[in-house]
């Protein structure tokens, strides 16, 4: 079974940075891709970001293009997404989510199987 726990998350004000991090157990994730989807309060589930078994493959959700990036080392079954130029808009539960099997990837939260428990990033003005 595939176990992911997230950290990083904190506050921080506008304009900060903040690193998330998503540990893989259970299963060594090299063939899936992975992603980073958020919720906010009263909001449906984001897709923030997505990389493949390929890190050259990478896709991101239009209000975090330019500022946030995702990246992997699979050497330690790790994901992370780097979140920089933070806006109060950020401010949310943030999901690391591996996919539902090998060598697929996609934007929606149905082409992941796997799901972590989530960390809260607050941004404030």
């Known amino acids: 079974q595939v176990r992911l726990v997230e950290s990083g998350g904190g506050s921080v004000q506008a304009g900060g940075s903040l690193r998330l991090s998503c540990a893989a157990s259970?299963?060594?994730?090299?063939?899936?891709?992975m992603g980073w989807f958020r919720q906010a309060p009263g909001k449906e589930r984001e897709f923030v970001a997505a990389?493949?078994?390929?890190?050259?493959?990478?896709y991101y959700g239009d209000s975090v293009k330019g500022r946030f990036t995702i990246s992997r080392d699979n050497a330690k079954n790790t994901a992370y997404l780097q979140m920089n130029n933070l806006e109060p808009e950020d401010t949310a539960v943030y999901y690391c989510?591996?996919?539902?099997?090998?060598?697929?990837?996609?934007?929606?939260?149905?082409?992941?199987?796997?799901w972590g428990q989530g960390t809260q990033v607050t941004v404030s003005s």
């Open positions: 989510a591996a996919a539902r099997r090998p060598y697929i990837i996609g934007q929606d939260s149905s082409d992941f199987g796997f």
């Open positions: 259970g299963r060594t994730l090299t063939s899936y891709a």
């Open positions: 990389i493949g078994w390929n890190p050259g493959i990478t």
